[in-house]
């Protein structure tokens, strides 16, 4: 147990700790994030099961480890699968975070739902009442008896529940409400959340049960806590999508069993979270016909291609210094592109506000699209409507070139799909796409050739 108490100072961005307050922390440089907490000196051993399993280190040759990917199992959520990689790993950890009100409890409830018909599931709440997960159900229909509440925040009682019971998964809602006894500072401080967080990884190794940790998360959009939060863990999910659109965009920032690339797209509905199986049909509805400054760019998230409507509103500026605005893309990389137009075309862009905007609100940075964002602008500038059955794609250098982009193959066939009858891309590209029939294939090299193309 623990021998003795000492205060330290943390740093709240990355977890650093320090024995007396400093004004910018040395790791991460940020400035007033030291927090005086009581640590706990000496070595808590033989607490859970894992620790008390191990008993001796046994070194073992990697050729003898058995390994098969057939032992994951499926959510029942396809799009969450995806993600994954594949399904949930026995005893892996993983931390789900997003805004409030996103629907990261709503998600986790919904995997109860599905994997409770043959599974034991252990749902722990610190921030919700029995009642009022109850009501939440409600609204997503029937759940089996095998999924088991418990509305608890103490560490102590929460790991030997779980000892006990042996469920087959967890879900812990959220990290942040967990306090151990041991440690002497407030529920939601650095030193409770890895205390926390390690105990959960112990049970997660040693008993084989894979945990789900949802997670708050700060201002600037990541996981409240420190930085080795995300360290600890096997995967780290983020909920993004604003909380007042219908649509939801699950994304892998960090997965050792799978790829980071990949996304899940859900629609928030009256019953819960519906998965949107064709993003890019979904992503494409109410597009306006015949107006200037509209076109469709192909992206490509994971192994999924997904096609967006990029929108662009380039106007006279009654100022000195002209209004530059993106939504869903990066701001500099647009500036960037305008300033290629104006070089390499001679358009004169500098005295003229410029909106670009990603319909439907999802972000995409992909350097494919910048071809797509090239001609919404020149369109726009020219109040001249692209043809509403012409997709592009292709990454823009500095000296107005049209380069290669990966996986185009796979970006031609997901227009052809949707209906679309002219595909303007890099003209390296053409040999790779030749043998695709029923789509009109325009290969350009610079953007000089792509605005002729619309023209």
Same mark, same amino acid.
């Given at each position: 147990? +623990?021998? !003795?108490?000492?205060?330290?100072? %943390?740093?709240?961005?990355?977890?650093?700790?320090?024995?007396?307050? #400093?004004?910018?922390?040395?790791?991460?440089?940020?400035?007033?994030? %030291?927090?005086?907490?009581?640590?706990?000196?000496?070595?808590?051993?033989?607490?859970?099961?894992?620790?008390?399993?191990?008993?001796?280190?046994?070194?073992?040759?990697? /050729?003898?480890?058995?390994?098969?990917?057939?032992?994951?199992?499926?959510?029942?959520?396809?799009? #969450?699968?995806?993600?994954?990689?594949?399904?949930?790993?026995p005893g892996s950890l993983v931390l789900v975070g997003g805004d409030p009100g996103i629907g990261k409890s709503t998600l986790l409830l919904q995997v109860c739902q599905r994997m409770a018909q043959m599974k034991k599931i252990l749902y722990i709440s610190g921030e919700e009442?029995? /009642?009022?997960i109850r009501l939440r159900a409600n609204r997503m229909g029937e759940f089996s008896s095998n999924l088991l509440l418990l509305c608890e925040t103490n560490l102590e009682i929460i790991r030997g529940v779980i000892e006990k019971e042996r469920p087959e998964l967890v879900i812990?809602?959220?990290?942040? $409400? &967990?306090?151990?006894?041991?440690?002497?500072?407030?529920? !939601?401080?650095?030193?409770?959340?890895?205390?926390?967080?390690?105990?959960?990884?112990?049970?997660?190794?040693? *008993?084989?049960?894979?945990? %789900?940790?949802?997670?708050?998360?700060?201002?600037?959009? /990541?996981?409240? !806590?420190?930085?080795?939060?995300?360290?600890?863990?096997?995967?780290?999910?983020?909920?993004?999508?604003? @909380?007042?659109? =219908?649509?939801?965009?699950?994304?892998?920032?960090?997965? @050792? %069993?799978?790829? $980071?690339?990949?996304?899940?797209?859900?629609?928030?509905?009256q019953d819960g979270l519906a998965e949107v199986e064709n993003p890019s049909e979904y992503m494409l509805n109410g597009r306006p016909e015949n107006a200037s400054g509209s076109v469709v760019a192909c992206s490509i998230e994971g192994t999924r291609p997904i096609l967006i409507?990029?929108?662009?509103?380039?106007?006279?500026?009654?100022?000195?210094?002209?209004?530059?605005?993106?939504?869903? /893309?990066?701001?500099?990389?647009?500036?960037?592109?305008?300033?290629?137009?104006?070089?390499?075309?001679?358009?004169? *862009?500098?005295?003229?506000?410029?909106?670009?905007?990603?319909?439907?609100?999802?972000? &995409?940075?992909?350097?494919?699209?910048?071809?797509?964002?090239? *001609?919404?602008?020149?369109? =726009?500038?020219?109040?001249?409507?692209?043809?509403?059955? $012409?997709?592009?794609?292709?990454?823009?250098?500095?000296? !107005?070139?049209?380069?290669?982009?990966?996986?185009?193959?796979?970006?031609?066939?997901? +227009?052809?799909?949707?209906?679309?009858?002219?595909?303007?891309?890099?003209?390296?590209? *053409?040999?790779?796409?030749?043998?695709?029939?029923?789509?009109?294939?325009?290969?350009?090299?610079?953007?000089?050739?792509?605005?002729?193309?619309?023209?």
């Amino acid at each position: 147990m +623990a021998k !003795g108490k000492k205060t330290v100072f %943390f740093c709240q961005n990355c977890g650093h700790e320090e024995s007396k307050w #400093l004004g910018q922390c040395p790791m991460c440089k940020e400035w007033n994030t %030291f927090v005086e907490e009581t640590a706990v000196t000496g070595v808590t051993k033989g607490t859970t099961v894992a620790a008390r399993s191990v008993r001796e280190a046994k070194v073992v040759p990697l /050729t003898q480890v058995t390994a098969d990917d057939d032992v994951r199992c499926e959510t029942g959520i396809r799009e #969450l699968d995806r993600v994954l990689g594949g399904g949930i790993v026995p005893g892996s950890l993983v931390l789900v975070g997003g805004d409030p009100g996103i629907g990261k409890s709503t998600l986790l409830l919904q995997v109860c739902q599905r994997m409770a018909q043959m599974k034991k599931i252990l749902y722990i709440s610190g921030e919700e009442s029995q /009642t009022q997960i109850r009501l939440r159900a409600n609204r997503m229909g029937e759940f089996s008896s095998n999924l088991l509440l418990l509305c608890e925040t103490n560490l102590e009682i929460i790991r030997g529940v779980i000892e006990k019971e042996r469920p087959e998964l967890v879900i812990i809602d959220s990290i942040q $409400t &967990m306090y151990s006894e041991n440690v002497g500072s407030a529920p !939601g401080s650095v030193s409770q959340v890895r205390e926390s967080t390690n105990v959960f990884m112990q049970l997660a190794k040693g *008993l084989m049960i894979p945990i %789900f940790i949802v997670g708050h998360v700060t201002k600037e959009g /990541t996981v409240a !806590g420190p930085r080795v939060l995300e360290h600890m863990v096997d995967t780290v999910l983020y909920f993004e999508g604003d @909380r007042h659109a =219908s649509y939801r965009i699950l994304r892998a920032v960090k997965n @050792r %069993f799978g790829s $980071t690339n990949e996304i899940g797209v859900f629609e928030m509905c009256q019953d819960g979270l519906a998965e949107v199986e064709n993003p890019s049909e979904y992503m494409l509805n109410g597009r306006p016909e015949n107006a200037s400054g509209s076109v469709v760019a192909c992206s490509i998230e994971g192994t999924r291609p997904i096609l967006i409507e990029i929108q662009a509103l380039v106007c006279r500026s009654n100022f000195g210094m002209p209004r530059r605005t993106a939504t869903g /893309t990066d701001y500099n990389r647009v500036n960037l592109l305008m300033a290629v137009l104006e070089k390499r075309l001679g358009l004169s *862009l500098s005295s003229c506000d410029a909106y670009v905007n990603i319909a439907g609100g999802i972000r &995409m940075n992909e350097p494919a699209i910048d071809l797509g964002i090239v *001609l919404a602008l020149v369109s =726009s500038y020219r109040n001249r409507p692209i043809d509403e059955k $012409t997709i592009v794609f292709g990454e823009v250098g500095l000296s !107005g070139e049209v380069r290669a982009v990966n996986m185009p193959e796979q970006r031609v066939n997901e +227009a052809k799909k949707l209906g679309f009858e002219t595909c303007i891309l890099p003209e390296v590209a *053409l040999k790779t796409v030749q043998n695709i029939k029923g789509i009109r294939l325009v290969g350009v090299k610079n953007i000089g050739d792509a605005v002729n193309v619309i023209s």
